[in-house]
C-alpha cells in the first residue's frame, strides 16, 4: 500500500513492515476449486491438465482454482487481480470455505480451515474474518448503527456494548450523524463506508474485500480507497482485496496476486510486477502503467561503484522514481538509498533516465513510457485485454510463467522478497 512519508505528496511503500515478518497468517498450499459433476475426479489426473475449455466440453467441469499456492502475511494488503473470470472471487471464497475447495490446504494461523467442524467455521468467520462485497450486503430495513452492530448481535455482545462500538466504528469511516439513516438514504460510497465500518466492528483478524468499489462511480472510488489506505494505517489489519482494476491494485497492494484462468501468473510487489512481468498477460495488464509511479528506489538502485563520491543526498528505498526524480537530476552525486542509517545503494541520473526512456520491461521494442500520463489513464490498463491476445500457459511446464517475479532486472536490495 501507497502511505505519506515525508511529504503529502510523496507516494512510499511502507512494505517493511509486512516484509520483516516470516509468520503467514493465511498459508495457502496447492489449492484447486473444481465445480461440476464429482469434481474429484478432475484434480490429481490427466483430465486437470485440459485447457478450460476443453474439460467443460468433456466433463461439464470448470476448474476455478487451479493449483494456486501463496502466504498472506500479518497487516499485509494482499491484492487479487485478474481478468473477469479468472477465479478470483472464487479463490478469495475459498479461504473462508464459503466455496469448498476440491483440494490443498488453507491454513489461518496453522490451523488447517479444511478440516474444521460447522461449529468451529462459524467461529471463525463471527470472531476472525470479514467481508466486504460489491453489492455492500446491508440489511435494509436496519438503521446505519444496527448494520454495523450487525456483526456483534449475531455474536451476542450486548446492546450496549455493541452500540457503543458501532458508534466508533460509524465516526472512524466519516458518518457521524448518519447513525439513524436508512440505507437507502445514503449514496453508493457512503453504503460502502457502513460496509467497512460493519467489517471493522468485529475486529477481526482479516478483512477480506471482494471488489468492492467497482460499482462507485470512479471519483468515489478515489476516496474509498484513500479510506481503506488510512484505516489499514489506523487498524493495522490484514487485507485481502480482489480487483480487477490494476491502478487500485498497485495503489493498495504490498503484493498481488495476478490470476488468469484460475491459475497464479505472477506474484509480487507492485515494483516486481510492473518491473518485471514474467509473461504477456501481466505485461499486457502493467503495459500503460507509468513506471515512474509505481517503481521505487529499492528497485532501479545499484550497488556504488568503488570510485564513487558517497556524500551526496540521501532518499529512502521505498519512495517511488517520479518523487526523487528532480533531486536525482540536480545532484552532482549518486543519491543514496539509506534505511535505518544503513547504505543499500545508489541512484543516478543513469537509473532515472532508465526508467522514465525504457519500454514497459521485457517488451523487444516499444514507445517510451508515459510518465506524464493522468493516472486515470490506468484504470483501464488491462481492461481490454482479451485473452486470446496473449500467450498461454503450458499446463506440462511448471516453469511456464506461473512463480513468482523472477531476478530479471532486479537490482541489489529487493532480495528479501520470497
Ligand atoms: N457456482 C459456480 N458454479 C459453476 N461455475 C462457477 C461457479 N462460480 C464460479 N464459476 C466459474 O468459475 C470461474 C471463476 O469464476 P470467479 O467468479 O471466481 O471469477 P472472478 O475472477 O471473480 O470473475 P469476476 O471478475 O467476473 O468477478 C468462472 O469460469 C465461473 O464461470
Ligand atoms: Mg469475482
Redesign the pocket.
Given at each position: 500500500m501507497v502511505t505519506t512519508m515525508t511529504s503529502p505528496t510523496q507516494q512510499v511503500r511502507p512494505g517493511a513492515a509486512a516484509r520483516s515478518e516470516d509468520r503467514a497468517v493465511l498459508d495457502v498450499r496447492g489449492l484447486w476449486?473444481v465445480?461440476?459433476p464429482r469434481p474429484d475426479r478432475v484434480v490429481g489426473t490427466p483430465l486437470a491438465e485440459l485447457p478450460?475449455s476443453e474439460l467443460r466440453a468433456r466433463t461439464g467441469c470448470?476448474t476455478?482454482?487451479r493449483d494456486v499456492s501463496f502466504t498472506v502475511r500479518p497487516r499485509e494488503v494482499f491484492v487479487v487481480m485478474?481478468?473477469?473470470?479468472?477465479?478470483?472471487?472464487?479463490?478469495v471464497?475459498c479461504l473462508t470455505r464459503l466455496?469448498e475447495p476440491t483440494a490443498g490446504e488453507v491454513l489461518f494461523d496453522g490451523e488447517d480451515i479444511r478440516k474444521a467442524g460447522d461449529r468451529r467455521l462459524r467461529e471463525l468467520r463471527r470472531h476472525r474474518f470479514a467481508m466486504v462485497f460489491q453489492n455492500f450486503g446491508l440489511l435494509p430495513h436496519r438503521r446505519v448503527l444496527d448494520n454495523v452492530a450487525y456483526g456483534l448481535e449475531i455474536r451476542g455482545t450486548g446492546k450496549a456494548a455493541r452500540y457503543e462500538r458501532a458508534r466508533e466504528m460509524v465516526e472512524l469511516v466519516g458518518l457521524s450523524g448518519f447513525e439513524d439513516s436508512y440505507p437507502d438514504q445514503l449514496s453508493g460510497g457512503m453504503q460502502q463506508r457502513v460496509g467497512l465500518a460493519r467489517a471493522l466492528a468485529v475486529d477481526p483478524d482479516v478483512l477480506f474485500f471482494?471488489?468492492p468499489f467497482s460499482a462507485l462511480d470512479p471519483l468515489i472510488r478515489r476516496d474509498m480507497q484513500n479510506e481503506v489506505i488510512r484505516l489499514h494505517r489506523e487498524v493495522g489489519k490484514t487485507m485481502i482485496f480482489?480487483t480487477?482494476d490494476l491502478a487500485e491494485a498497485l495503489k493498495l497492494g504490498d503484493r498481488i496476486l495476478v490470476?488468469r484462468d484460475?491459475e497464479l501468473v505472477q506474484m509480487g510487489t507492485p515494483d516486481e510486477v510492473v518491473g518485471a512481468p514474467v509473461d504477456d498477460y501481466v505485461r499486457e495488464f502493467v503495459r500503460d502503467v507509468p513506471r515512474a509511479n509505481v517503481l521505487t528506489t529499492r528497485w532501479i538502485m545499484r550497488p556504488p561503484r568503488p570510485d564513487e563520491p558517497l556524500d551526496g543526498p540521501e532518499t529512502g528505498p521505498d519512495v517511488v522514481v517520479r518523487d526523487v526524480v528532480h533531486t536525482v537530476l540536480r545532484a552532482t552525486r549518486p543519491v543514496k538509498v539509506v534505511e535505518g542509517g544503513e547504505l543499500l545503494g545508489v541512484v543516478t541520473a543513469e537509473e532515472i533516465l532508465g526508467v522514465l526512456a525504457e519500454p514497459v520491461a521485457g517488451e523487444p521494442t516499444g514507445k517510451p513510457a508515459d510518465f506524464a500520463g493522468p493516472s486515470s489513464d490506468r484504470t483501464s490498463a488491462g481492461a481490454g485485454v482479451g485473452v486470446g491476445a496473449v500467450k498461454p500457459i503450458d499446463p506440462a511446464d511448471p516453469s511456464s510463467g506461473r512463480t513468482s517475479a523472477g531476478s530479471s532486472g532486479k537490482p541489489v536490495g529487493s532480495g528479501e522478497q520470497g
Open positions: 476449486k465445480f461440476g478450460r470448470v476455478a482454482v485478474g481478468l473477469s473470470g479468472s477465479g478470483k472471487s472464487t479463490l471464497r466455496v471482494d471488489e480482489i480487477h490470476m484460475g
